[in-house]
């Protein structure tokens, strides 16, 4: 069982609008893959642009570890954290990125993002920001 992701009101909400955005960088997730049952390691990485709620990041930190004995595809567990994401915390506005080390000289990155328009300073972080998982 996973423990619960828990949240907060968001501080001074009315002053995001669509100008802020929150980036969470979980460089250190790790699952098994379903088929070999070796570790797979990645970096999970949560931009959003609150609406009432904030994520708690002990909790997230924790939530992410408990996938550490689960088996599945790269696919399935970023689909399945950024729907866990859009459920708990209603963003404006979000995209999380699992970008998994290489296995057998193969890099995966999985990204998924909401429809609503991109906050307008979330390019700068997400074009500035350097991928943990690359060996090259």
């Known amino acids: 069982m996973l423990p619960a992701i828990e949240t907060f009101p968001c ?3 009315d002053k995001w609008q ?3 955005v929150i980036r ?3 460089p250190e997730f790790t699952c098994l893959c379903p088929k070999t049952g070796y570790p797979d390691f ?3 990485d949560l931009y959003y642009l609150p609406d009432k709620l ?3 990041l002990k909790s997230w930190k924790l939530y992410l570890n408990a996938f550490r004995m689960i088996g599945t595809f790269h696919e399935t567990v970023t689909s399945f954290l950024f729907n ?3 459920t708990r915390l209603s963003p404006k506005w ?5 970008d998994f080390f290489p296995r057998g000289n193969v890099n995966t990155t999985v990204v998924f993002e ?3 328009p991109r906050p307008k300073n979330a390019d700068v972080l997400i074009k500035n920001y350097r991928p943990h998982c690359r060996t090259y």
């Open 11 to 13: 501080p001074n909400q």
């Open 18 to 20: 669509d100008t802020g």
């Open 24 to 26: 969470i960088i979980f």
């Open 42 to 44: 990645a970096s999970i």
């Open 54 to 56: 904030c994520l708690e």
């Open 84 to 86: 866990e994401i859009k």
């Open 94 to 98: 979000a995209l999380l990125a699992g």
């Open 114 to 116: 909401t429809d609503s």
